[in-house]
């Protein structure tokens, strides 16, 4: 029963690996695309609105005060799923053997990558990050770019900037997260990443 077990974890960790390195593959294929541009919007005016005597509603966002005069953090409100951050430790085992896990994060490799996986059980959140290159090497022009692609090529992993780097980011709700969509979001952050200063994708198609 035990050697059945430990072949079936084997056989999940082989397939979560194979399907990092397909997607990765797949997308090391994608051919160069032509920046189109944003088109420039007209300005057609805003209409005026008149006042119709609507009732002033109530700011709920805003953090309510405490009895030292400060802030508190306003409610994160959790959403439904099972996967957990030791969950997503055990993902990231399967596509790293090697990774090292401390406290809630994780750092894992993927074809010569260093990739970090960070979470947060309380507020139901997690990240995974993969640095690209410091801001001084990047001009305005790649910068423009780089936003660009944020709208309509790196799909779900994001061009960020922290610390004075530049960074391929996914960050999602930690509950709803499947394996699926955790080897999906390591091949997105891992290509945006690649083909930063190029073609500027975390896949093959443009939305």
């Not at 294929?29 to 109530?58: H, I, N, S, T, W």
């Not at 953090?73 to 099972?82: I, K, M, N, S, Y």
């Not at 896990?101 to 990050?129: H, Q, Y």
């Amino acid at each position: 029963m035990g050697k059945r077990r430990m072949a079936t974890t084997r056989s999940v960790g082989l397939l979560l690996a194979l399907a990092v390195s397909a997607a990765v593959m797949a997308a090391d294929a994608v051919p160069e695309q032509q920046d189109k541009g944003v088109p420039e919007q007209q300005d057609k005016g805003v209409p005026e609105q008149q006042d119709k005597g609507v009732p002033e509603q109530q700011d709920k966002s805003i953090p309510e005060q405490q009895d030292d005069g400060t802030e508190s953090a306003p409610q994160v409100e959790r959403l439904p799923g099972t996967m957990t951050l030791l969950g997503l430790f055990d993902l990231v085992r399967k596509i790293d053997p090697e990774a090292k896990i401390a406290g809630n994060t994780a750092e894992f490799t993927v074809r010569g990558s260093e990739l970090i996986l960070v979470g947060d059980e309380k507020a139901g959140r997690m990240r995974i990050m993969l640095p690209i290159v410091r801001m001084e090497s990047v001009d305005a022009a790649k910068l423009q770019r780089m936003l660009q692609a944020n709208f309509d090529a790196v799909l779900d992993s994001r061009y960020a900037i922290a610390h004075g780097v530049v960074w391929s980011v996914f960050i999602h709700p930690l509950p709803p997260l499947d394996e699926a969509q955790f080897a999906n979001a390591v091949s997105q952050v891992y290509v945006a990443a690649a083909t930063f200063g190029a073609e500027y994708t975390s896949g093959a198609f443009v939305y």
